[in-house]
Every structure is written in structure tokens, then in C-alpha cells.
């Protein structure tokens, strides 16, 4: 990751949950493992889906602007594909032979 974005994210998103007095969630108590969270807690289970989590953040656009945030997210939507088209060597060796 960046270290100067995400510094910059992290204290912009905290301006701006004071600017527009947002709520923190609830703490947890306990074991975070085991608890059940809204869907909209949950962090991204790969880079494509933080794009578009991106992509939709009223912050982020509020803070970086949307030129930033449609060309980072589209320089992360390249990344994810470009590994989707990757063959490992796992997939080479175990496959190789069949062809």
C-alpha cells in the first residue's frame, strides 16, 4: 500500500466523520471472530471488490475528488484482471500433463 494515501485516507476519513457527524459504530466486546456484522462491515474479500467499494465511497470522492477515485479504482480493476489471467505454477504443474 501506499504510505501517503493511506495516511491521507485515514485522517480524511476521520475530518470528515467530524464534519458531518457521523456515528461510530458500536464497539466490540469480546471476540471479533465470533461475532455476526452487516453485510456493510464487512472489508472486501478481493482488490476488485475495494474498487468498487471505491468507486462508490461519497468520502473518498469527497476528499480526493473523482478523477482520483475513478482512475485509482480503474488502475486496481487492471491489477485484479491482469492476476485473474495469470497461470501459477501450482496450475502448470498439476495441469500441464492433461493438455
Same mark, same amino acid.
Given at each position: 500500500?501506499? @504510505?501517503?494515501?493511506?495516511?491521507?485516507?485515514?485522517?480524511?476519513?476521520?475530518?470528515?466523520?467530524?464534519?458531518?457527524?457521523?456515528?461510530?459504530?458500536?464497539?466490540?466486546?469480546?471476540?471479533?471472530?465470533?461475532?455476526?456484522? @452487516?453485510?456493510?462491515?464487512?472489508?472486501?474479500?478481493?482488490?476488485?471488490?475495494?474498487?468498487?467499494?471505491?468507486?462508490?465511497?461519497?468520502?473518498?470522492?469527497?476528499?480526493?475528488?473523482?478523477?482520483?477515485?475513478?482512475?485509482?479504482?480503474?488502475?486496481?480493476?487492471?491489477?485484479?484482471?491482469?492476476?485473474?489471467?495469470?497461470?501459477?505454477?501450482?496450475?502448470?504443474?498439476?495441469?500441464?500433463?492433461?493438455?
Amino acid at each position: 500500500a501506499n @504510505p501517503y494515501l493511506a495516511l491521507a485516507a485515514a485522517i480524511g476519513t476521520g475530518l470528515w466523520g467530524i464534519e458531518n457527524k457521523s456515528e461510530p459504530e458500536q464497539e466490540v466486546i469480546g471476540n471479533a471472530y465470533e461475532k455476526k456484522f @452487516p453485510k456493510r462491515m464487512h472489508l472486501p474479500r478481493t482488490l476488485w471488490d475495494a474498487a468498487q467499494d471505491l468507486k462508490a465511497s461519497k468520502p473518498a470522492r469527497a476528499l480526493m475528488g473523482d478523477a482520483f477515485v475513478e482512475h485509482f479504482a480503474a488502475t486496481r480493476e487492471w491489477e485484479e484482471r491482469e492476476f485473474r489471467r495469470a497461470i501459477t505454477d501450482w496450475e502448470m504443474d498439476r495441469y500441464f500433463e492433461i493438455i
